[in-house]
């Protein structure tokens, strides 16, 4: 069964489909001049690994009135000017490829943003839902993943506590429908893969994108 660990190699794929770029948030290679780019049209953004999970590494970058927030985990610096910022993310990264993507401010329970992961696999010529559940964030983190202490809950319960009953069944119906039209995106591009986990986020208008796609969902 074939992985794939680049997260851009996945983006790419999925960038190139009409049907599925549009619910990519923008995204690109890490370099200073990108980082600068991606901060003037966006009010935050988030750094992450190339390759790697369980929210290793992950940045969350802002602008300020008198300067740049980075936080990672529960800890946040604070940076009066760019080059300032810059110093500060190479302290902190892992030495390897980096993403910058567009931040979205993420619907959220009781005030800790919450995401959305599909599981599908493969048997035999066609995929099957495994689950869908969402993933609620630890208080004082900016990331979901389960192993930093988020919470798992029920999909379609998840939703039901943001949006009304109605609105809630026609969001998961639209990320089903997304992941089917996701799947021969990225099989055609990449053969043999057997399984795939989609990260959605909700924003604050209700607005579907995905986050990231792996091929080795926990």
């Given at each position: 069964m074939r992985q794939l660990a680049?997260?851009?190699?996945?983006?790419?794929?999925?960038?190139?489909?009409?049907?599925?770029?549009?619910?990519?948030?923008?995204?690109?290679?890490?370099?200073?001049?990108?980082?600068?780019?991606m901060l003037r049209r966006h009010a935050f953004v988030f750094i992450k690994p190339v390759k790697g999970g369980g929210g290793i590494g992950v940045m969350r970058v802002a602008k300020e009135r008198r300067g740049y927030a980075c936080t990672r985990m529960e800890h946040t610096h604070r940076f009066s000017h760019f080059r300032a910022l810059v110093f500060g993310i190479n302290k902190l990264r892992i030495q390897r490829p980096y993403l910058i993507q567009q931040g979205i401010q993420l619907a959220s329970i009781q005030g800790r943003p919450v995401d959305y992961r599909?599981?599908?696999?493969?048997?035999?010529?066609?995929?099957?839902?495994?689950?869908v559940v969402a993933r609620h964030a630890r208080p004082g983190l900016v990331i979901t993943n389960l192993c930093k202490g988020g919470t798992l809950l029920k999909g379609t319960e998840a939703l039901r506590m943001i949006y009304p009953r109605r609105l809630a069944i026609q969001k998961r119906?639209?990320?089903?429908?997304?992941?089917?039209?996701?799947?021969?995106?990225?099989?055609?591009?990449?053969?043999?893969?057997?399984?795939?986990?989609?990260?959605?986020?909700?924003?604050?208008?209700?607005?579907?994108?995905?986050?990231?796609?792996?091929?080795r969902p926990q």
């Amino acid at each position: 069964m074939r992985q794939l660990a680049s997260k851009w190699l996945k983006t790419k794929a999925l960038l190139h489909h009409p049907h599925t770029a549009v619910y990519i948030p923008e995204t690109c290679l890490y370099s200073e001049d990108q980082l600068r780019m991606m901060l003037r049209r966006h009010a935050f953004v988030f750094i992450k690994p190339v390759k790697g999970g369980g929210g290793i590494g992950v940045m969350r970058v802002a602008k300020e009135r008198r300067g740049y927030a980075c936080t990672r985990m529960e800890h946040t610096h604070r940076f009066s000017h760019f080059r300032a910022l810059v110093f500060g993310i190479n302290k902190l990264r892992i030495q390897r490829p980096y993403l910058i993507q567009q931040g979205i401010q993420l619907a959220s329970i009781q005030g800790r943003p919450v995401d959305y992961r599909v599981k599908v696999v493969k048997e035999g010529q066609r995929w099957d839902f495994r689950a869908v559940v969402a993933r609620h964030a630890r208080p004082g983190l900016v990331i979901t993943n389960l192993c930093k202490g988020g919470t798992l809950l029920k999909g379609t319960e998840a939703l039901r506590m943001i949006y009304p009953r109605r609105l809630a069944i026609q969001k998961r119906r639209e990320i089903i429908q997304l992941t089917q039209r996701c799947i021969p995106v990225l099989e055609r591009r990449f053969p043999g893969i057997g399984q795939l986990g989609f990260d959605y986020g909700l924003d604050q208008s209700g607005r579907v994108w995905i986050l990231e796609v792996n091929t080795r969902p926990q």
